[in-house]
């Protein structure tokens, strides 16, 4: 029997790391299960290549948070687990009729977000609240990654439509599907995975793989086939064998054609005398979409050197976020409700101190409207600017529908349009101005 | 309504890029799509932080080569997309019955591989072998890569134990999944992700989150409680404030404990003066696990250092493949019957020019069973050494049960034992030599 390790939306309980499981079954047994516990989860630092990020993959969390819950196949697994052979019956009954019922508060997809802020919290008993570390952080840090490094892909097209061809390139087929929704969000156009197209309701783009001109023993037969086939839809894929002839040969075919497609070689020669050779045949409006490899640095580079390319294909670059495939988010206890009362909590490991208590983070902009500074701050306290965290569930309901993908792309291109003009650059610069309260920075050098 | 992205075993037929699609359609509207075609799959170029890469992930892409169809909701998709305006109602009609009847042959998980080599050949009806090109790359990819990293971690913790601690790193839940695979195949030693050890029987490792630590007001009680509850399965993990006085209280608790774990600060020092308390103490049993933004390079060095540590647990370095996070896989059109006779198909593209032509692999050995070179030579060809790629589906049905993911990790081990020993450094180093026939070669050079 074949796995395809697709995760089965009804077996999500044990999608998270063996430890989580082990410290539940010890708050249970330890009284402290039901707790009144907050969690927070936020990125501990900004990746040297990042000036921003956006945050995305809430609604993936939330989905998980309001589907978890743990297979009867699942609980005999951790029954005959030699770790749990201590635990007793009353513990795994419990996770029987498991249900998440905490309150959650989030910072909205397509905010843009920095290092420190919390992008979603946890409040609710202990031993709920802890289950869920491992799949929230999954969930936020894979879209929060691909969307950031997207926002940059598409700031440096300078308004050129940028599609998602990513899909065969992310780690495996569920990745493709979270990148083509992060990118999308970020301001791409839309993507060539079809079921990302169908799910998601993203505006899909195929071209030609160089099979198709292969499997013709004649280049201008494959061109003009598949022009008669979809005449509203057709790229035609260049470089089969050479690009500039087949520019000639798709202008020689008559194939019907909205575009060409460069995929190797000097993608700025190329493209200027394809564009030649287009015009020169009166075929003004076909346009050059390019693709491989490409990445936010190369893009910007072709467009100052003024290459006449009208959309990008990006694919590895983007859904493996390829410069820094990775983001540093932690979810931890900042405050808990013990017998004794209630105390912030917090860590002092060398180099990953964390600041106890719920917190809100306050964004405050200029007169024109650009984001000015933001300030991390007790959830308790009240300040000036616009408060990033809002509620999202409530008991483990949703309080409201959560803002539709393409409300969160709006947001994001509003987000982006506020951002200091400098954060845009794709080279680094002087950070955005991100505080932590005097009442926070307090909390770590109190006695213990 | 929420949506998890969770890919659906039974929809499985849109996970592609849009172009197959249309490609597929072209072929059955002008009477190509039964015509006998091979794709092959390969990694055009070794990153150059790789000496070798390991195949992994066939057992999901065959998963995935059964268990293809379009669900009636994903062919009225296709139906209504634009794109699809002009083709004809039998194409959609064949969808609904679509089943992959191709014959496959493969490189066997846990082979050591090199840029060049077919990984995968399927070989039947030509609309059925192209639709299938962007999950096959998707699935080879991503556990080929983790595969590869983990074998260089693995190699430099010198036969430690290496484990899985990566899932929240991972690229999604289901990245989780396949990195936990990969990485055991490998030849780590378990993973933290609790459903891949229920869904692939690895073994699980479980320490404690500093919010075990945080959640109890005395660090000792902490300790304590956790050892009670499991006193076969306790690992402690020291520094949630300060290292030192973390392993000086994990002793006078009297805490049972198998091991305590040092997730952050200098591990070398660290490992060296726990060690010295531990010991001090009469508890030379208790094992040292060390985590946190470990690498192989990192490993190699605290080991050349004299660190002792008896267990790695590596996460996100192993699981995003960080150094490289992508392989160049590409799917390859090489042979097709036409009704003008049987053609090898290539492409010329600049810098990824392809052979034409069914390929298999042959590997060499000296006397002491050491790899030795390989060739890649047309499938045809007889040559010394030992064939790499066999036969896995015929008609789309299994040959025989693929071998267990044990198996494939013993396969791998042996395989790492019989590669010369220079590739296994963790620097760059000569490259094992692989050859392309003459014979292929010369098809290149060939008028077209």
Request: with cysteine; glycine share 8%; proline share 6%.
């Amino acid at each position: 029997m074949t796995q395809s390790l697709n995760p089965d939306d009804r077996h999500l309980g044990l999608i998270t790391d063996l430890y989580e499981l082990t410290m539940a079954a010890g708050y249970h047994v330890y009284g402290m299960a039901d707790e009144h516990a907050t969690f927070e989860l936020w990125v501990r630092r900004l990746p040297s290549c990042r000036n921003y990020l956006v945050a995305a993959g809430l609604e993936q969390a939330i989905h998980y948070l309001q589907h978890l819950s743990f297979a009867p196949e699942q609980i005999v697994y951790l029954r005959e687990h030699p770790a749990f052979r201590y635990v007793p019956n009353d513990w795994f009954e419990r996770l029987e009729h498991f249900r998440f019922e905490c309150d959650v508060w989030a910072i909205p997809e397509g905010t843009v977000v920095f290092a420190g802020e919390p992008l979603l919290r946890v409040s609710g008993p202990l031993m709920q609240a802890q289950i869920v570390e491992t799949y929230l952080i999954t969930a936020l840090t894979v879209q929060t990654l691909i969307a950031s490094k997207a926002a940059r892909i598409v700031t440096a097209a300078q308004g050129r439509p940028v599609f998602d061809f990513g899909s065969r390139r992310a780690h495996g087929p569920q990745a493709g599907l979270l990148a083509a929704r992060a990118a999308y969000l970020a301001g791409c156009t839309g993507t060539s995975n079809t079921e990302a197209g169908r799910l998601l309701g993203l505006p899909t783009l195929g071209t030609q793989a160089h099979s198709w001109i292969m499997s013709f023993t004649d280049e201008q037969e494959a061109f003009r086939k598949f022009g008669q086939l979809f005449p509203d839809h057709s790229t035609l894929l260049l470089d089969t064998y050479d690009t500039i002839q087949g520019a000639c040969k798709a202008v020689a075919s008559g194939a019907a054609m909205q575009a060409v497609r460069l995929d190797s070689g000097d993608l700025e020669r190329l493209s200027k005398e394809v564009r030649a050779i287009l015009d020169g045949a009166g075929r003004q409006a076909v346009k050059i979409v390019a693709s491989g490899d490409l990445n936010e640095y190369k893009i910007a580079d072709l467009l100052a050197a003024g290459a006449p390319i009208d959309v990008f294909g990006v694919g590895t670059e983007l859904v493996t976020s390829r410069d820094e495939p990775t983001l540093n988010v932690v979810y931890k206890l900042v405050e808990q409700e013990t017998p004794q009362g209630t105390v912030g909590r917090f860590k002092l490991s060398s180099g990953k101190a964390t600041y106890p208590y719920p917190k809100q983070v306050y964004r405050r902009q200029d007169a024109s409207g650009t984001f000015s500074g933001d300030r991390i701050v007790k959830a308790t306290s009240q300040e000036q600017g616009e408060p990033l965290l809002a509620p999202v569930l409530r008991g483990g309901e949703l309080i409201e529908a959560l803002p539709s993908l393409e409300a969160s792309r709006r947001r994001c291109a509003e987000q982006l349009r506020r951002l200091p003009p400098e954060l845009l650059a794709l080279g680094p610069c002087p950070s955005y101005p991100v505080q932590v309260s005097e009442e926070l920075e307090a909390e770590l050098h109190r006695p213990k």
